[in-house]
């Protein structure tokens, strides 16, 4: 058995989470739309409109889980990342003990059960790491808000906020779309770069980054593309909309319907997912794939999430090293650029 004689270091990574099968997809639904950073409403109406949606929406969530044999692969994925983190950290700090805790949003493993398991093993050293490289209020926030009101253990704390530009992380992207613009040949395509949508209102009402920080993500892989020697054309759109309020957009749909029009294919990037999920398994794969044929977009190709990619998990272990240099909350690599309400970074500033 090895002897650790230095730190333990705990690094903590966040995920929304998914249903394990068909029973669990209503509470899933419940947790999600009971999250005040979802639905900003007083508990007192939030709560029983989370009830209310949830039962609405469960038949039709669980075929889309049924398409994915009952359940969201999502933690299975996220384990395995997780164990890759391990390994990648475990080389380069030889002399501590690293450990990396999964805490989801809205299923198991929860957050309250991800601050139990951390204080128990008693860290020395905590860093925070989302697995969105894009902050959001509806995502790290709401992850961190969660993490700081349950968490009760051991461990000076450091959060990484984000990591838009990292770069393993953008070298992963280029190198899943290079891929597919090979599989392509000389048909024409465009690179649709799809993200999950947020209201519109989140970004001019309470100054959310999220937006921002996808079109530095896209940039930064697009410069990385023509470093390679691969001049894309290229559009950034949205996905999974739903209610009634405006959200970011082009809607991915209005931008494969564009791309009929003008008649290219399409190669789809997951450029804010790093793993393999309902959103991509399910609305792009099928339901975007079905539209992509109805409207004769061919190729249709779509860009596996990074997964466990070598270049991916470098730059998460690169992430959580920077973490451990400094102190409180920051990017790994470039964050926010503009004055934004909601970035934790510049709130820090702001109370200092």
Not at 25 to 47: E, Y
Not at 106 to 126: H, R
Not at 227 to 232: D, E, P, S
Request: glycine content about 8%; charged content about 20%.
């Amino acid at each position: 058995m090895r002897t650790i004689t230095g730190r333990r270091i705990a690094v903590v990574l966040f995920n929304l989470g998914g249903p394990d099968d068909q029973a669990s997809v209503k509470p899933f639904l419940f947790n999600l739309f009971n999250d005040p950073a979802i639905i900003g409403l007083p508990g007192i109406v939030r709560t029983p409109l989370a009830r209310l949606i949830s039962s609405r929406r469960e038949t039709s969530a669980q075929a889309n889980y049924a398409l994915m044999g009952g359940g969201s692969p999502l933690l299975p994925e996220t384990r395995k990342q997780a164990d890759a983190l391990e390994a990648a950290l475990a080389q380069r700090l030889p002399d501590d003990e690293v450990r990396a805790f999964i805490a989801m949003r809205y299923w198991s493993p929860l957050t309250e059960e991800a601050a139990t398991e951390v204080a128990a093993f008693g860290p020395d050293e905590i860093v925070l790491l989302p697995l969105y490289p894009q902050f959001s209020t509806t995502t790290t926030e709401s992850s961190l808000k969660r993490w700081n009101a349950v968490y009760a253990g051991s461990g000076e704390s450091r959060t990484v906020c984000c990591w838009p530009e990292a770069h393993g992380w953008v070298e992963a992207q280029a190198e899943g779309i290079a891929a597919k613009l090979d599989e392509a040949g000389d048909r024409p395509v465009r690179v649709l770069f799809s993200a999950h949508g947020i209201p519109e209102s989140l970004v001019q009402r309470k100054g959310d980054p999220y937006q921002e920080q996808v079109e530095s993500t896209v940039a930064a892989v697009v410069a990385k593309l023509e470093a390679m020697g691969r001049k894309v054309d290229h559009a950034l759109c949205y996905q999974s909309r739903v209610g009634p309020m405006k959200w970011l957009g082009p809607s991915t749909p209005e931008a494969l319907e564009q791309a009929a029009a003008d008649k290219v294919g399409a190669v789809v990037v997951p450029i804010a997912f790093v793993s393999e999920h309902v959103e991509t398994l399910v609305e792009l794969d099928i339901e975007y794939g079905e539209l992509a044929h109805e409207r004769g977009v061919a190729p249709y190709l779509r860009v596996p999430a990074v997964g466990t990619s070598a270049l991916f998990i470098n730059a998460l272990a690169e992430a959580a090293l920077h973490g451990l240099s400094r102190t409180g909350v920051a990017p790994y690599g470039p964050g926010c650029r503009g004055d934004w309400k909601a970035c934790p970074c510049q709130t820090e500033s702001r109370a200092a």
